[in-house]
């Protein structure tokens, strides 16, 4: 059984940064591509990132461009990270995992087959 493990929100000010993490389990991920997508109160999830499960590809939404990093520890530690920098109060949302096999429209969840029980990040301005 697949398991998506994510750990690393908190509370931070603007301007801080946090490095969430994301432990997969139940299957082997070196197909798929593993994807960090938020949820803001009354707002619809929406992409942030995405990588291969080799690290090779990464993929960002326009609006974490250069503050964000996704990148994969693909030893035996089976881990996604999201690091986040620059974080603004717009950031401020509950952080999913996800993952899927590979293909395109990378940015729509509902594409992706498991996904993480969530984690939740603040930031206060």
């Known amino acids: 059984q697949v398991q998506l493990v994510e750990s690393g929100g908190g509370l931070v000010q603007a301007g801080g940064s946090l490095r969430l993490s994301c432990a997969a389990s139940?299957?082997?991920?070196?197909?798929?591509?593993m994807g960090w997508f938020r949820q803001a109160p009354g707002k619809e999830r929406e992409f942030v990132a995405a990588?291969?499960?080799?690290?090779?590809?990464?993929?960002y939404a326009d609006s974490v461009k250069g503050r964000f990093t996704i990148s994969t520890a693909n030893n035996a530690k089976n881990t996604v990270y999201l690091q986040m920098n620059s974080l603004k109060p717009e950031d401020t949302a509950v952080y999913y995992c996800?993952?899927?096999?590979?293909?395109?429209?990378?940015?729509?969840?509902?594409?992706?087959?498991?996904w993480g029980q969530g984690t939740q990040v603040t930031v206060s301005s």
């Open positions: 139940g299957r082997t991920f070196n197909n798929y591509v």
């Open positions: 990588v291969t499960w080799s690290g090779v590809s990464t993929w």
């Open positions: 996800a993952s899927r096999s590979g293909g395109s429209a990378l940015a729509d969840y509902t594409l992706y087959n498991y």
